[in-house]
């Protein structure tokens, strides 16, 4: 009687266990893909101000450049990153 206790209790837990290890290796993945995407857009953004500086002029086209880069990441790519 104890035995079959024991063994349904251990049962339970190891299903518990595998339900929240999937849900940590799905939030795992989401950071991964998160950190990678704003590596990504950060070296886009370094480059468009790095150019702004090199040319020694700030136009209003890569003002505009920079900030649609900014709104890209921003509304699209993270937000479609998050609901997967």
């Known amino acids: 009687m104890i035995l079959q206790r024991l063994t349904l209790l251990l049962g339970g ?3 518990s266990m595998k339900f929240v290890e999937k849900q ?6 989401k950071h991964e893909r998160l950190i990678s995407l ?9 480059n468009l101000v790095a150019k702004a500086l090199a040319d ?16 890209k990441v921003y509304n699209d790519q993270i937000y479609n990153c998050c609901k997967k």
Request: negative net charge; hydrophobic residues 45%.
């Open 13 to 15: 837990m190891t299903i």
């Open 24 to 29: 940590l290796v799905t939030k795992a993945q």
């Open 38 to 46: 704003s590596g990504t857009e950060a070296c886009a953004i370094k």
């Open 56 to 71: 020694n002029e700030i136009s209003e086209k890569c003002v505009g450049a920079i900030l649609a880069e900014i709104e």
